[in-house]
């Protein structure tokens, strides 16, 4: 069973995307055959410095690492490294009207916003369908926000099946990631990049502290018993805790006498600890880059190959010459 996924390096990793993705990504290396990749040509679609793209990628290489990835369990590397990915792309724009585009949830969303998108933003989800099919892939884990582009994969799977030959591409299954709730940002909307209110995995210090400390809590006096599910504390509390602590914290809230200082500061705990291997993976991987880049090409020459078997019969279908 093939199982990919793809991760956009287009900034900081924060605690929504490891509870939403990461994790479950990390879990799943054990479970088939998994490829995961740093989708780098999707985040040309936001970020156009080259600097940027080029540092945010390696970044993203080493976040993984540092968190639990391992290079012999699974294929890790960049989209990039895999040519095949962008030709598959355009043999499915060709195949693709331009009325699915137009229904795209992120891409409708950018117009409503009054902003002018880039035909990369367009076209992003024919990207991510070659991206999935490119790989035979099974299963595709990825959070609900991803749905509509899984649907849109399968669509034009079925379309190249149909114009050149069924079972050419395989249709991947979904495989939504339900079990986690949503995650709050420190001012208790969705935690986002866009909307500025991360708390980021690798945030340390005064940097962490400061974060946590400015979570938005309601003005109920310290003495005051307190409501833990209302609480934006209390749900960041229940990722990290254990059931035993967050019965515990719980209770305390109850009890009253516990003020949303004492809660914050519990916080604080929970998350250096939960991260603290990972950060010391991390500052030790900083050291060694070239394990980083390698662990990146020797992932590209398997995920090539992959690629190759699968774009060879597509590309002599369509009738495309290739003379090398
Ligand atoms: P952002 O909203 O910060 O730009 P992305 O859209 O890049 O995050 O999300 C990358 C992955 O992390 C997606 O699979 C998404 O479902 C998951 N994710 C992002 N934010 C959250 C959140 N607050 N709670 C749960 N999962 C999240
Ligand atoms: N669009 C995905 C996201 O924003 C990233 C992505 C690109 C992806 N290609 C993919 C995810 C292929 C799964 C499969 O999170």
Not at 43 to 61: F, H, K, M, Y
Not at 232 to 244: C, H, Q, R, S, Y
Request: proline residues 4%; hydrophobic residues 35%.
């Amino acid at each position: 069973m093939t199982i990919l996924s793809g991760i956009t390096p287009s900034g900081k990793l924060h605690i929504g995307n490891y509870f939403g993705a990461i994790r479950q990504h990390i879990a799943m290396q054990e479970k088939g055959d998994a490829f995961y990749f740093i989708a780098n040509y999707h985040s040309l679609t936001s970020v156009n410095d080259g600097e940027e793209v080029r540092q945010n990628t390696l970044d993203i290489a080493l976040d993984y690492l540092a968190l639990g990835l391992d290079p012999e369990k699974c294929t890790f590397f960049a989209q990039s490294d895999v040519p095949q990915v962008t030709e598959l792309a355009w043999i499915l724009g060709t195949l693709c009207p331009v009325s699915l585009m137009e229904k795209g949830v992120a891409y409708k969303d950018k117009v409503a916003q009054g902003m002018n998108p880039n035909i990369g933003l367009f076209t992003y989800p024919i990207l991510q369908a070659a991206d999935i099919l490119i790989y035979d892939s099974d299963i595709v884990p990825v959070g609900q926000d991803q749905k509509q582009n899984i649907e849109i994969c399968r669509d034009l799977a079925r379309k190249i099946n149909h114009t050149y030959g069924e079972e050419l591409l395989k249709l991947p299954e979904e495989h939504i990631v339900k079990s986690v709730a949503v995650v709050p940002g420190v001012d208790g909307r969705k935690m986002s990049k866009s909307y500025g209110n991360t708390i980021d995995i690798f945030d340390k210090g005064k940097n962490l502290k400061k974060k946590v400390m400015s979570i938005e809590t309601d003005s109920t006096p310290l003495d005051e018993p307190k409501d833990p599910q209302s609480c934006n504390v209390f749900a960041l509390i229940k990722l990290f805790a254990d059931k035993e602590t967050k019965k515990e914290i719980a209770g305390k809230y109850r009890a009253g006498g516990y003020g949303y200082g004492h809660a914050k500061k519990e916080l604080l705990g929970l998350i250096e600890n939960y991260f603290a291997e990972a950060r010391e993976k991390r500052e030790e991987l900083t050291k060694d880059m070239d394990y980083v880049r390698d662990v990146l090409k020797e992932g590209g020459k398997k995920a090539r190959d992959r690629a190759e078997s699968v774009m060879r019969p597509v590309r002599e279908a369509a009738g495309i010459i290739k003379n090398h």
